[in-house]
């Protein structure tokens, strides 16, 4: 059996939304730093339909290396600030995988 981690991404720039939905479930909400950007970076153009906010997405990733490197088990599951579960169920599935 494997324990499996469960972290939020976050922001201090808004609300953590993704709490309300885990109460009662251990897990680890890690604030991202607002990360420098060197100073030659430049939004690119072919990018920008993709994503809109290239800065955001780019501090949004660094956040995900950020918890990742922070596991202690094999298996993490990664929600960001603004994730909600649509159903309860969600909820009752996260429960029961905490260790499988």
Known sequence: MADIEIFIVATKRKPVLTTEYLKGIDYCLNYTPDYELEPAWRVSPIYVDYVENQIC???CFKGHQDVLKK???DI???FEDDAVLIE???VIVLKNLRSY
Do not use: D, E, F, I
Request: charged share 15%; aromatic share 8%; hydrophobic share 40%.
């Open 57 to 59: 997405a780019y501090r």
């Open 71 to 73: 596991m202690n088990s």
């Open 76 to 78: 993490a599951l990664v």
């Open 88 to 90: 309860k169920t969600g």
